[in-house]
Protein backbone atom coordinates (compact mmCIF):
# COMPACT_ATOMS: atom_id res chain seq x y z
CA UNK A 1 0.00 0.00 0.00
CA UNK A 2 1.36 3.37 -1.30
CA UNK A 3 2.38 5.58 2.43
CA UNK A 4 1.08 9.03 0.84
CA UNK A 5 -2.68 6.76 0.78
CA UNK A 6 -2.13 5.47 4.14
CA UNK A 7 -1.33 8.71 5.52
CA UNK A 8 -4.37 10.40 3.54
CA UNK A 9 -6.64 7.52 5.14
CA UNK A 10 -4.94 7.83 8.59
CA UNK A 11 -6.13 11.54 8.42
CA UNK A 12 -9.61 10.37 7.70
CA UNK A 13 -10.01 8.86 11.27
CA UNK A 14 -8.13 12.32 12.63
CA UNK A 15 -10.96 14.40 10.74
CA UNK A 16 -13.69 12.97 12.49
CA UNK A 17 -12.49 15.10 15.29
CA UNK A 18 -11.43 18.19 13.78
CA UNK A 19 -13.06 20.40 16.74
CA UNK A 20 -10.38 18.88 18.50
CA UNK A 21 -7.67 19.35 16.47
CA UNK A 22 -8.97 23.38 16.41
CA UNK A 23 -8.30 23.45 19.89
CA UNK A 24 -5.23 21.79 19.35
CA UNK A 25 -4.08 23.96 16.52
CA UNK A 26 -4.85 26.64 19.16
CA UNK A 27 -2.54 25.30 22.00
CA UNK A 28 0.07 25.29 19.47
CA UNK A 29 0.19 28.47 18.34
CA UNK A 30 0.50 29.48 21.62
CA UNK A 31 2.85 27.05 22.58
CA UNK A 32 4.84 28.25 19.53
CA UNK A 33 4.24 32.12 20.81
CA UNK A 34 5.78 31.33 24.09
CA UNK A 35 8.57 29.91 22.74
CA UNK A 36 9.62 32.84 20.57
CA UNK A 37 8.79 35.01 23.98
CA UNK A 38 10.67 33.42 25.87
CA UNK A 39 13.95 34.47 24.06
CA UNK A 40 12.88 37.68 23.90
CA UNK A 41 12.05 37.81 27.66
CA UNK A 42 15.87 36.24 27.79
CA UNK A 43 17.61 39.36 25.54
CA UNK A 44 15.33 41.96 27.41
CA UNK A 45 16.18 40.25 31.14
CA UNK A 46 19.84 40.33 30.26
CA UNK A 47 20.25 43.58 28.53
CA UNK A 48 18.83 44.81 31.34
CA UNK A 49 21.24 43.30 33.70
CA UNK A 50 23.83 44.21 31.40
CA UNK A 51 22.94 47.55 31.45
CA UNK A 52 22.30 47.83 35.23
CA UNK A 53 18.73 49.02 33.97
CA UNK A 54 16.57 48.24 37.75
CA UNK A 55 13.86 50.12 36.53
CA UNK A 56 12.45 47.52 34.14
CA UNK A 57 12.97 45.26 36.94
CA UNK A 58 8.84 45.51 37.94
CA UNK A 59 7.90 45.05 34.08
CA UNK A 60 10.01 41.82 33.87
CA UNK A 61 8.86 40.27 36.74
CA UNK A 62 5.09 40.98 35.74
CA UNK A 63 6.01 39.35 32.18
CA UNK A 64 7.42 36.52 33.63
CA UNK A 65 4.48 35.88 35.72
CA UNK A 66 2.01 35.96 32.34
CA UNK A 67 4.79 33.97 30.77
CA UNK A 68 4.37 31.74 33.82
CA UNK A 69 0.29 31.38 33.89
CA UNK A 70 0.09 30.60 30.25
CA UNK A 71 2.76 28.12 29.58
CA UNK A 72 1.12 26.33 32.90
CA UNK A 73 -2.70 26.29 31.32
CA UNK A 74 -1.50 26.16 27.56
CA UNK A 75 0.75 22.82 28.46
CA UNK A 76 -1.99 21.33 30.39
CA UNK A 77 -4.48 22.08 27.99
CA UNK A 78 -2.22 20.61 25.27
CA UNK A 79 -1.57 17.06 27.14
CA UNK A 80 -5.44 16.27 27.75
CA UNK A 81 -6.92 16.91 24.26
CA UNK A 82 -4.03 15.05 22.65
CA UNK A 83 -4.25 12.27 24.77
CA UNK A 84 -8.18 12.57 24.45
CA UNK A 85 -7.95 12.46 20.35
CA UNK A 86 -5.56 9.70 20.50
CA UNK A 87 -7.34 7.58 22.48
CA UNK A 88 -10.65 8.37 20.36
CA UNK A 89 -9.15 7.67 17.21
CA UNK A 90 -7.48 4.01 18.37
CA UNK A 91 -10.71 3.53 20.07
CA UNK A 92 -12.35 4.36 16.52
CA UNK A 93 -9.56 2.15 14.52
CA UNK A 94 -9.87 -1.11 17.25
CA UNK A 95 -13.43 -1.34 17.03
CA UNK A 96 -13.62 -0.90 13.09
CA UNK A 97 -10.87 -3.64 13.32
CA UNK A 98 -12.72 -5.93 15.21
CA UNK A 99 -15.75 -5.26 13.31
CA UNK A 100 -14.06 -6.19 10.15
CA UNK A 101 -12.59 -9.53 12.20
CA UNK A 102 -15.87 -10.04 13.04
CA UNK A 103 -17.38 -10.24 9.30
CA UNK A 104 -14.58 -12.08 7.69
CA UNK A 105 -15.18 -15.71 6.39
CA UNK A 106 -13.72 -18.20 8.22
CA UNK A 107 -11.36 -19.17 5.91
CA UNK A 108 -9.84 -15.95 6.81
CA UNK A 109 -9.08 -17.18 10.07
CA UNK A 110 -7.96 -20.55 8.74
CA UNK A 111 -5.37 -18.64 7.07
CA UNK A 112 -4.19 -16.07 9.39
CA UNK A 113 -2.31 -16.61 12.28
CA UNK A 114 -4.24 -15.52 15.30
CA UNK A 115 -1.32 -13.47 17.11
CA UNK A 116 -0.68 -11.76 13.87
CA UNK A 117 -4.29 -10.84 14.16
CA UNK A 118 -4.25 -9.87 17.65
CA UNK A 119 -1.32 -7.25 17.27
CA UNK A 120 -4.02 -4.98 14.68
CA UNK A 121 -5.51 -5.03 17.84
CA UNK A 122 -3.11 -3.83 20.27
CA UNK A 123 0.63 -3.06 19.45
CA UNK A 124 -0.03 -1.44 15.67
CA UNK A 125 -3.06 0.15 17.16
CA UNK A 126 -0.98 1.87 19.95
CA UNK A 127 1.42 2.87 17.36
CA UNK A 128 -1.37 4.89 15.16
CA UNK A 129 -2.41 6.75 18.69
CA UNK A 130 0.96 7.94 18.87
CA UNK A 131 1.70 9.10 15.72
CA UNK A 132 -2.27 10.91 14.96
CA UNK A 133 -1.50 13.04 18.56
CA UNK A 134 2.18 13.98 19.67
CA UNK A 135 3.74 13.11 16.24
CA UNK A 136 0.95 14.69 14.01
CA UNK A 137 0.92 17.74 15.96
CA UNK A 138 4.85 18.15 16.43
CA UNK A 139 5.62 17.55 12.81
CA UNK A 140 3.58 20.62 12.30
CA UNK A 141 4.67 22.72 14.87
CA UNK A 142 8.35 21.99 14.60
CA UNK A 143 8.81 23.66 10.95
CA UNK A 144 6.66 26.39 12.23
CA UNK A 145 9.14 27.31 15.03
CA UNK A 146 11.83 26.30 13.58
CA UNK A 147 10.62 29.39 10.74
CA UNK A 148 9.35 32.11 12.75
CA UNK A 149 12.58 31.45 14.95
CA UNK A 150 14.41 32.16 11.99
CA UNK A 151 12.70 35.02 10.92
CA UNK A 152 13.85 36.22 14.98
CA UNK A 153 17.06 35.76 14.40
CA UNK A 154 17.03 37.28 11.10
CA UNK A 155 16.23 40.54 12.74
CA UNK A 156 18.58 40.02 15.86
CA UNK A 157 21.54 39.08 13.44
CA UNK A 158 20.68 38.32 9.81
CA UNK A 159 24.70 37.21 9.63
CA UNK A 160 24.69 35.07 11.67
CA UNK A 161 21.33 33.48 11.31
CA UNK A 162 22.21 32.95 7.22
CA UNK A 163 25.37 31.20 8.69
CA UNK A 164 23.37 29.03 10.76
CA UNK A 165 20.75 27.69 8.71
CA UNK A 166 22.94 25.19 7.19
CA UNK A 167 21.96 22.88 10.07
CA UNK A 168 18.25 22.38 8.24
CA UNK A 169 18.96 20.28 5.28
CA UNK A 170 21.28 18.18 7.02
CA UNK A 171 19.07 17.16 9.36
CA UNK A 172 16.10 16.65 7.13
CA UNK A 173 18.99 14.19 5.04
CA UNK A 174 19.62 12.07 8.08
CA UNK A 175 15.70 11.33 8.85
CA UNK A 176 15.07 10.77 5.04
CA UNK A 177 17.72 8.35 5.67
CA UNK A 178 17.14 6.33 8.88
CA UNK A 179 13.01 6.48 8.08
CA UNK A 180 12.53 3.61 5.52
CA UNK A 181 15.24 1.72 7.71
CA UNK A 182 13.12 2.31 10.91
CA UNK A 183 10.23 1.26 8.78
CA UNK A 184 11.44 -2.04 7.91
CA UNK A 185 12.25 -3.02 11.28
CA UNK A 186 9.35 -2.04 12.49
CA UNK A 187 7.30 -4.13 10.45
CA UNK A 188 9.67 -7.40 11.44
CA UNK A 189 9.31 -6.49 14.59
CA UNK A 190 5.42 -7.00 14.68
CA UNK A 191 5.78 -10.31 12.41
CA UNK A 192 8.39 -11.50 15.31
CA UNK A 193 5.68 -10.57 18.02
CA UNK A 194 2.89 -11.76 16.30
CA UNK A 195 4.52 -15.25 15.82
CA UNK A 196 5.82 -14.74 19.77
CA UNK A 197 2.47 -13.80 20.81
CA UNK A 198 0.74 -17.07 18.96
CA UNK A 199 2.86 -18.82 20.78
CA UNK A 200 1.78 -17.58 24.47
CA UNK A 201 -1.67 -17.66 23.68
CA UNK A 202 -1.20 -21.90 22.62
CA UNK A 203 1.00 -22.16 25.60
CA UNK A 204 -1.20 -20.57 28.26
CA UNK A 205 -4.34 -22.70 27.29
CA UNK A 206 -2.82 -26.01 27.32
CA UNK A 207 -1.51 -26.01 30.91
CA UNK A 208 -3.35 -29.42 31.18
CA UNK A 209 -1.38 -30.96 28.24
CA UNK A 210 1.85 -29.82 28.88
CA UNK A 211 2.06 -30.65 32.62
CA UNK A 212 1.09 -33.72 32.01
CA UNK A 213 3.20 -34.41 29.22
CA UNK A 214 6.20 -32.77 30.90
CA UNK A 215 6.60 -30.77 27.81
CA UNK A 216 7.49 -27.39 30.12
CA UNK A 217 10.38 -27.80 28.99
CA UNK A 218 10.22 -27.76 25.20
CA UNK A 219 7.45 -24.92 25.14
CA UNK A 220 10.54 -22.98 26.92
CA UNK A 221 13.09 -23.94 24.23
CA UNK A 222 10.40 -22.69 21.55
CA UNK A 223 9.25 -19.98 23.30
CA UNK A 224 13.04 -18.83 23.97
CA UNK A 225 13.74 -18.85 19.93
CA UNK A 226 11.05 -16.86 19.48
CA UNK A 227 11.81 -14.67 21.99
CA UNK A 228 15.24 -14.02 21.43
CA UNK A 229 14.22 -13.11 17.80
CA UNK A 230 12.08 -10.34 18.70
CA UNK A 231 14.53 -9.11 21.15
CA UNK A 232 17.13 -9.46 18.40
CA UNK A 233 14.95 -7.47 16.10
CA UNK A 234 14.61 -4.70 18.50
CA UNK A 235 18.14 -4.71 19.51
CA UNK A 236 18.74 -3.89 15.57
CA UNK A 237 15.92 -1.07 16.32
CA UNK A 238 17.99 0.16 19.02
CA UNK A 239 21.07 0.59 16.55
CA UNK A 240 19.08 2.54 14.18
CA UNK A 241 17.57 5.16 16.90
CA UNK A 242 20.73 5.49 18.24
CA UNK A 243 22.16 6.07 14.76
CA UNK A 244 19.85 8.88 13.93
CA UNK A 245 19.91 10.26 17.58
CA UNK A 246 23.18 10.22 17.50
CA UNK A 247 23.65 12.39 14.06
CA UNK A 248 21.20 14.85 15.03
CA UNK A 249 22.75 15.19 18.56
CA UNK A 250 25.74 15.91 16.76
CA UNK A 251 24.48 18.19 14.51
CA UNK A 252 22.78 19.92 17.38
CA UNK A 253 26.03 20.87 19.06
CA UNK A 254 28.07 21.80 16.40
CA UNK A 255 25.57 24.72 15.22
CA UNK A 256 25.81 25.57 19.14
CA UNK A 257 29.30 25.95 19.29
CA UNK A 258 28.90 27.35 15.47
CA UNK A 259 26.35 29.92 17.16
CA UNK A 260 28.25 30.61 20.33
CA UNK A 261 31.81 31.08 18.48
CA UNK A 262 30.47 33.34 15.84
CA UNK A 263 28.15 35.06 18.26
CA UNK A 264 30.66 35.57 20.81
CA UNK A 265 32.81 37.57 18.00
CA UNK A 266 29.71 39.56 16.95
CA UNK A 267 29.48 40.49 20.58
CA UNK A 268 32.98 40.94 21.00
CA UNK A 269 32.84 43.42 17.89
CA UNK A 270 30.24 45.07 18.92
CA UNK A 271 28.13 44.46 16.12
CA UNK A 272 25.30 42.75 18.86
CA UNK A 273 24.34 43.37 22.45
CA UNK A 274 24.94 40.49 25.06
CA UNK A 275 21.17 40.09 25.31
CA UNK A 276 20.79 39.18 21.66
CA UNK A 277 23.33 36.87 21.65
CA UNK A 278 21.36 34.20 24.46
CA UNK A 279 18.36 35.12 22.68
CA UNK A 280 19.86 33.88 19.52
CA UNK A 281 21.32 30.46 21.43
CA UNK A 282 18.02 30.16 22.75
CA UNK A 283 16.68 30.48 19.36
CA UNK A 284 18.95 28.27 17.60
CA UNK A 285 17.38 25.82 19.75
CA UNK A 286 14.49 25.85 18.21
CA UNK A 287 15.71 26.17 14.90
CA UNK A 288 18.05 22.76 15.70
CA UNK A 289 15.97 20.76 17.56
CA UNK A 290 12.93 20.57 15.38
CA UNK A 291 15.27 19.70 12.80
CA UNK A 292 16.82 17.05 14.86
CA UNK A 293 13.62 15.64 16.03
CA UNK A 294 12.41 15.63 12.98
CA UNK A 295 14.58 12.79 12.50
CA UNK A 296 12.94 10.58 14.69
CA UNK A 297 9.44 11.84 14.91
CA UNK A 298 9.92 10.80 11.05
CA UNK A 299 10.76 7.30 12.82
CA UNK A 300 7.80 7.11 14.55
CA UNK A 301 5.69 8.16 11.96
CA UNK A 302 7.00 5.67 9.61
CA UNK A 303 6.06 2.86 12.37
CA UNK A 304 2.13 4.43 12.29
CA UNK A 305 2.39 3.70 8.76
CA UNK A 306 3.68 0.36 8.80
CA UNK A 307 1.18 -0.25 11.78
CA UNK A 308 -1.59 1.41 9.68
CA UNK A 309 -0.60 -0.45 6.54
CA UNK A 310 -1.01 -3.76 8.25
CA UNK A 311 -4.40 -2.14 9.93
CA UNK A 312 -5.93 -1.67 6.58
CA UNK A 313 -4.82 -4.61 5.08
CA UNK A 314 -7.58 -6.08 7.16
CA UNK A 315 -10.06 -3.41 6.83
CA UNK A 316 -9.83 -4.29 3.32
CA UNK A 317 -10.15 -7.42 3.19
CA UNK A 318 -13.36 -8.98 1.34
CA UNK A 319 -15.81 -9.41 3.44
CA UNK A 320 -18.85 -12.64 4.35
CA UNK A 321 -21.11 -9.71 5.08
CA UNK A 322 -21.03 -5.76 5.10
CA UNK A 323 -22.31 -5.05 8.52
CA UNK A 324 -22.54 -6.78 12.10
CA UNK A 325 -26.11 -8.61 11.54
CA UNK A 326 -28.76 -8.40 14.38
CA UNK A 327 -28.07 -11.69 16.49
CA UNK A 328 -29.66 -14.50 14.33
CA UNK A 329 -33.16 -15.21 14.78
CA UNK A 330 -34.30 -19.04 14.65
CA UNK A 331 -36.28 -19.22 10.88
CA UNK A 332 -39.20 -21.42 11.11
CA UNK A 333 -40.28 -23.08 7.12
CA UNK A 334 -37.61 -25.59 6.68
CA UNK A 335 -38.54 -28.16 4.27
CA UNK A 336 -35.32 -29.83 2.66
CA UNK A 337 -32.09 -29.40 1.66
CA UNK A 338 -30.45 -30.98 -0.79
CA UNK A 339 -26.52 -31.22 -1.99
CA UNK A 340 -25.79 -32.09 -5.83
CA UNK A 341 -22.09 -33.49 -6.24
CA UNK A 342 -20.50 -31.37 -3.66
CA UNK A 343 -16.83 -30.85 -4.31
CA UNK A 344 -14.10 -29.23 -1.63
CA UNK A 345 -10.60 -28.86 -0.80
CA UNK A 346 -8.98 -26.30 1.87
CA UNK A 347 -6.92 -26.05 -0.89
CA UNK A 348 -8.45 -25.72 -4.35
CA UNK A 349 -6.11 -28.28 -5.54
CA UNK A 350 -6.34 -30.59 -3.00
CA UNK A 351 -10.29 -31.61 -2.06
CA UNK A 352 -11.17 -33.37 0.71
CA UNK A 353 -14.91 -33.56 0.00
CA UNK A 354 -15.52 -35.55 -3.62
CA UNK A 355 -18.89 -35.34 -5.20
CA UNK A 356 -21.10 -35.23 -2.04
CA UNK A 357 -24.95 -35.84 -2.22
CA UNK A 358 -27.50 -35.93 0.22
CA UNK A 359 -30.57 -34.95 1.01
CA UNK A 360 -32.39 -34.05 4.17
CA UNK A 361 -36.01 -33.91 4.51
CA UNK A 362 -37.88 -31.78 7.41
CA UNK A 363 -38.60 -33.92 10.39
CA UNK A 364 -35.88 -36.73 9.91
CA UNK A 365 -32.53 -37.22 11.43
CA UNK A 366 -29.68 -38.12 9.57
CA UNK A 367 -26.47 -39.43 10.84
CA UNK A 368 -23.32 -38.86 9.70
CA UNK A 369 -20.54 -41.19 10.28
CA UNK A 370 -17.26 -42.29 9.28
CA UNK A 371 -13.67 -42.57 10.55
CA UNK A 372 -11.69 -39.68 11.71
CA UNK A 373 -10.34 -37.00 8.80
CA UNK A 374 -13.62 -38.17 6.70
CA UNK A 375 -14.96 -35.20 6.08
CA UNK A 376 -17.38 -34.83 8.44
CA UNK A 377 -16.76 -31.51 10.18
CA UNK A 378 -15.74 -30.05 6.89
CA UNK A 379 -19.49 -31.35 5.50
CA UNK A 380 -21.07 -29.59 8.26
CA UNK A 381 -18.88 -25.97 7.39
CA UNK A 382 -20.16 -26.24 4.32
CA UNK A 383 -23.91 -26.23 5.25
CA UNK A 384 -23.20 -23.38 7.65
CA UNK A 385 -21.65 -21.51 4.67
CA UNK A 386 -18.71 -21.12 6.63
CA UNK A 387 -16.74 -22.35 3.26
CA UNK A 388 -18.01 -22.33 -0.18
CA UNK A 389 -18.09 -25.63 -2.15
CA UNK A 390 -15.57 -25.48 -5.30
CA UNK A 391 -17.95 -27.43 -7.53
CA UNK A 392 -21.37 -28.72 -6.97
CA UNK A 393 -24.72 -27.09 -5.55
CA UNK A 394 -26.53 -26.77 -1.98
CA UNK A 395 -30.36 -26.13 -2.67
CA UNK A 396 -31.96 -24.80 0.66
CA UNK A 397 -36.22 -25.52 0.40
CA UNK A 398 -35.31 -25.44 -2.96
CA UNK A 399 -32.92 -22.15 -3.62
CA UNK A 400 -29.76 -21.84 -4.50
CA UNK A 401 -27.63 -20.86 -0.96
CA UNK A 402 -25.80 -18.86 -3.49
CA UNK A 403 -28.40 -16.57 -3.59
CA UNK A 404 -29.11 -16.23 -0.22
CA UNK A 405 -27.46 -14.33 2.46
CA UNK A 406 -25.73 -15.91 4.76
CA UNK A 407 -27.95 -15.11 7.67
CA UNK A 408 -30.92 -16.45 6.54
CA UNK A 409 -29.34 -19.23 5.66
CA UNK A 410 -28.00 -20.00 9.31
CA UNK A 411 -31.10 -19.03 10.67
CA UNK A 412 -32.42 -22.18 9.83
CA UNK A 413 -29.46 -23.85 12.28
CA UNK A 414 -28.92 -24.30 15.79
CA UNK A 415 -25.78 -25.55 16.07
CA UNK A 416 -24.49 -27.74 19.17
CA UNK A 417 -20.39 -27.95 18.24
CA UNK A 418 -17.81 -30.40 19.41
CA UNK A 419 -16.02 -28.07 21.34
CA UNK A 420 -18.93 -26.38 23.78
CA UNK A 421 -17.25 -23.31 23.24
CA UNK A 422 -18.89 -20.67 25.92
CA UNK A 423 -17.75 -16.85 26.34
CA UNK A 424 -16.77 -15.25 28.97
CA UNK A 425 -19.39 -13.89 30.97
CA UNK A 426 -22.57 -15.75 33.16
CA UNK A 427 -24.45 -18.91 32.34
CA UNK A 428 -27.21 -16.85 31.69
CA UNK A 429 -25.22 -14.87 29.41
CA UNK A 430 -24.41 -18.07 27.49
CA UNK A 431 -27.65 -19.49 27.53
CA UNK A 432 -29.43 -16.50 26.38
CA UNK A 433 -27.18 -16.20 23.13
CA UNK A 434 -29.39 -18.17 21.53
CA UNK A 435 -31.84 -15.88 21.46
CA UNK A 436 -32.07 -12.29 21.46
CA UNK A 437 -34.53 -10.80 24.23
CA UNK A 438 -34.55 -14.06 25.90
CA UNK A 439 -36.93 -14.54 29.63
CA UNK A 440 -35.70 -15.49 32.46
CA UNK A 441 -38.81 -17.98 32.04
CA UNK A 442 -37.18 -19.28 28.92
CA UNK A 443 -33.74 -19.23 30.10
CA UNK A 444 -34.76 -21.25 33.06
CA UNK A 445 -37.05 -23.84 30.63
CA UNK A 446 -33.89 -24.16 28.35
CA UNK A 447 -31.72 -24.79 31.32
CA UNK A 448 -34.19 -27.22 32.34
CA UNK A 449 -34.36 -29.11 29.30
CA UNK A 450 -31.15 -29.43 28.65
CA UNK A 451 -30.86 -31.12 32.72
CA UNK A 452 -28.18 -27.84 33.42
CA UNK A 453 -30.78 -27.01 36.29
CA UNK A 454 -29.93 -29.10 38.74
CA UNK A 455 -26.38 -28.38 38.42
CA UNK A 456 -26.67 -24.61 38.20
CA UNK A 457 -29.18 -24.50 41.47
CA UNK A 458 -26.01 -25.76 43.16
CA UNK A 459 -23.83 -23.22 42.49
CA UNK A 460 -23.61 -20.57 45.21
CA UNK A 461 -24.68 -17.93 42.03
CA UNK A 462 -26.89 -19.72 40.13
CA UNK A 463 -27.39 -18.28 36.81
CA UNK A 464 -25.15 -15.43 37.44
CA UNK A 465 -22.33 -18.07 37.81
CA UNK A 466 -18.80 -16.92 35.90
CA UNK A 467 -18.29 -19.76 33.21
CA UNK A 468 -14.56 -18.90 33.12
CA UNK A 469 -12.56 -18.55 29.53
CA UNK A 470 -13.94 -20.70 27.21
CA UNK A 471 -16.34 -22.11 30.02
CA UNK A 472 -13.47 -23.02 32.03
CA UNK A 473 -15.13 -23.17 35.66
CA UNK A 474 -17.34 -25.71 34.42
CA UNK A 475 -16.76 -29.57 33.66
CA UNK A 476 -17.30 -30.81 30.13
CA UNK A 477 -20.55 -32.48 30.86
CA UNK A 478 -21.79 -28.95 32.20
CA UNK A 479 -20.49 -26.99 29.23
CA UNK A 480 -22.15 -29.57 27.12
CA UNK A 481 -25.54 -29.39 28.85
CA UNK A 482 -24.84 -25.13 28.97
CA UNK A 483 -24.38 -25.47 25.12
CA UNK A 484 -27.57 -27.51 24.80
CA UNK A 485 -29.62 -25.18 26.23
CA UNK A 486 -28.31 -22.61 24.31
CA UNK A 487 -29.67 -24.48 21.46
CA UNK A 488 -32.79 -25.07 22.68
CA UNK A 489 -33.62 -21.40 23.51
CA UNK A 490 -32.83 -20.42 19.75
CA UNK A 491 -35.05 -23.23 19.04
CA UNK A 492 -34.19 -23.62 14.71
CA UNK A 493 -35.71 -25.72 13.00
CA UNK A 494 -32.46 -27.87 12.09
CA UNK A 495 -30.70 -28.95 14.40
CA UNK A 496 -26.70 -29.51 13.73
CA UNK A 497 -24.80 -31.40 16.38
CA UNK A 498 -21.38 -32.50 16.58
CA UNK A 499 -21.29 -34.88 19.40
CA UNK A 500 -18.52 -34.34 21.26
CA UNK A 501 -15.95 -37.70 21.00
CA UNK A 502 -14.98 -36.61 24.94
CA UNK A 503 -16.23 -39.35 27.09
CA UNK A 504 -18.00 -38.64 30.58
CA UNK A 505 -18.72 -40.14 33.07
CA UNK A 506 -22.14 -42.57 32.67
CA UNK A 507 -24.57 -40.33 35.15
CA UNK A 508 -22.78 -37.02 33.10
CA UNK A 509 -23.24 -38.84 29.35
CA UNK A 510 -27.11 -39.95 30.42
CA UNK A 511 -27.88 -36.33 31.31
CA UNK A 512 -26.32 -35.24 28.49
CA UNK A 513 -27.92 -37.82 25.68
CA UNK A 514 -31.50 -37.31 27.76
CA UNK A 515 -31.08 -33.61 27.37
CA UNK A 516 -30.13 -34.28 23.50
CA UNK A 517 -33.21 -36.36 22.62
CA UNK A 518 -35.13 -33.75 23.99
CA UNK A 519 -33.16 -30.81 21.83
CA UNK A 520 -33.83 -33.49 18.55
CA UNK A 521 -37.61 -34.26 18.97
CA UNK A 522 -39.55 -32.50 16.29
CA UNK A 523 -36.73 -30.86 14.56
CA UNK A 524 -34.94 -31.81 11.63
CA UNK A 525 -31.48 -33.36 12.96
CA UNK A 526 -28.37 -33.48 11.20
CA UNK A 527 -25.72 -35.34 13.62
CA UNK A 528 -22.01 -36.05 13.46
CA UNK A 529 -21.75 -39.24 15.49
CA UNK A 530 -19.08 -40.68 17.15
CA UNK A 531 -21.14 -43.16 19.43
CA UNK A 532 -22.70 -45.38 16.81
CA UNK A 533 -25.13 -46.60 19.71
CA UNK A 534 -27.03 -43.18 19.40
CA UNK A 535 -27.72 -43.47 15.82
CA UNK A 536 -29.56 -46.54 15.78
CA UNK A 537 -32.75 -44.54 14.96
CA UNK A 538 -31.60 -42.16 12.36
CA UNK A 539 -34.19 -42.09 9.42
CA UNK A 540 -30.64 -42.26 7.04
CA UNK A 541 -26.93 -42.91 7.82
CA UNK A 542 -24.45 -41.79 5.69
CA UNK A 543 -21.18 -43.37 5.87
CA UNK A 544 -18.08 -40.97 4.69
CA UNK A 545 -14.66 -42.35 4.58
CA UNK A 546 -11.75 -40.18 2.78
CA UNK A 547 -14.21 -37.10 1.74
CA UNK A 548 -16.86 -39.65 0.03
CA UNK A 549 -20.28 -40.97 0.69
CA UNK A 550 -19.54 -44.53 0.29
CA UNK A 551 -22.61 -45.89 1.89
CA UNK A 552 -26.30 -45.36 3.24
CA UNK A 553 -28.85 -46.30 4.34
CA UNK A 554 -30.40 -47.33 7.89
CA UNK A 555 -28.51 -48.93 10.68
CA UNK A 556 -30.53 -52.80 9.73
CA UNK A 557 -29.78 -51.86 5.82
CA UNK A 558 -26.17 -50.70 6.70
CA UNK A 559 -25.78 -54.09 9.41
CA UNK A 560 -26.92 -56.54 6.72
CA UNK A 561 -24.77 -54.91 3.63
CA UNK A 562 -21.26 -55.71 5.75
CA UNK A 563 -19.35 -52.34 4.54
CA UNK A 564 -17.57 -50.26 6.80
CA UNK A 565 -20.66 -49.11 8.72
CA UNK A 566 -20.70 -52.76 10.04
CA UNK A 567 -16.86 -52.82 10.54
CA UNK A 568 -16.94 -49.50 12.64
CA UNK A 569 -20.63 -51.05 14.72
CA UNK A 570 -17.96 -54.01 15.94
CA UNK A 571 -14.39 -52.76 15.64
CA UNK A 572 -14.97 -49.49 17.26
CA UNK A 573 -18.72 -50.25 18.91
CA UNK A 574 -18.61 -46.58 20.59
N1 LIG B 1 -8.63 -25.86 8.21
C1 LIG B 1 -8.19 -26.86 7.46
N2 LIG B 1 -7.25 -26.63 6.54
C2 LIG B 1 -6.80 -27.62 5.76
N3 LIG B 1 -7.24 -28.89 5.84
C3 LIG B 1 -8.17 -29.18 6.76
C4 LIG B 1 -8.69 -28.18 7.62
N4 LIG B 1 -9.61 -28.77 8.42
C5 LIG B 1 -9.65 -30.06 8.08
N5 LIG B 1 -8.79 -30.31 7.08
C6 LIG B 1 -8.59 -31.62 6.42
O1 LIG B 1 -9.80 -32.00 5.85
C7 LIG B 1 -9.99 -33.39 5.99
C8 LIG B 1 -11.37 -33.65 6.63
O2 LIG B 1 -11.33 -33.12 7.96
P1 LIG B 1 -12.64 -33.09 8.87
O3 LIG B 1 -12.30 -32.32 10.09
O4 LIG B 1 -13.77 -32.61 8.05
O5 LIG B 1 -12.81 -34.63 9.21
P2 LIG B 1 -13.80 -35.32 10.26
O6 LIG B 1 -14.40 -36.44 9.52
O7 LIG B 1 -14.73 -34.31 10.83
O8 LIG B 1 -12.78 -35.82 11.36
P3 LIG B 1 -13.06 -36.09 12.93
O9 LIG B 1 -14.01 -37.21 13.02
O10 LIG B 1 -11.71 -36.47 13.40
O11 LIG B 1 -13.54 -34.81 13.53
C9 LIG B 1 -8.84 -33.92 6.81
O12 LIG B 1 -7.93 -34.52 5.92
C10 LIG B 1 -8.22 -32.70 7.41
O13 LIG B 1 -6.84 -32.85 7.49
Known amino acids: METKSTFRRLLGYAYRYKLTYLILGITMIVGVSLDLVIAWYLNQITNAAVGANSSAWPFLIGAGAVILVFTVINGYVDIYFKTRVSSKIRNDI ?118 SFGLEGKLLQIFRGKSNEVSRVEIHGGKIVASVTGAATGIGILAFIVTFITGGYFVARGDMAVGGLIAFIQLMNHLTWPFTGLASLWGDLQQAIGAADRIFKVLDEKAEYHSIPESLESKPGFQSMELRQITFGYDRDRPVLHEISLTVEAGRTIAIVGPSGGGKSTLFGLLLGLSRPQQGEIFMNGREVRDMELHELRNYFSVVPQENCLYSGTIRDNIADGKRGATEEEII ?26 GSNLSVGQRQRIAIARALLRNAPVLLLDEATSSLDNESERLVQEALSRLKSERTVIVIAHRLSTIRQADQIFVMDQGRVIDQGTHEELMASGGLYEKLHHGLAV
Open 445 to 470: RAAADANAIEFIRQLPEGLETEVGEG
Open 94 to 211: RLGTLEKLLCLPAEYYRKNHSGELLSRLTSDNQAIGQACSETLITLIRNPLLALLSFIYLLTLNWKLALICIFIGPVTMLIGGLFGKMLRRNSNELQNAIAEMTSRIQEIIGSSFVFK
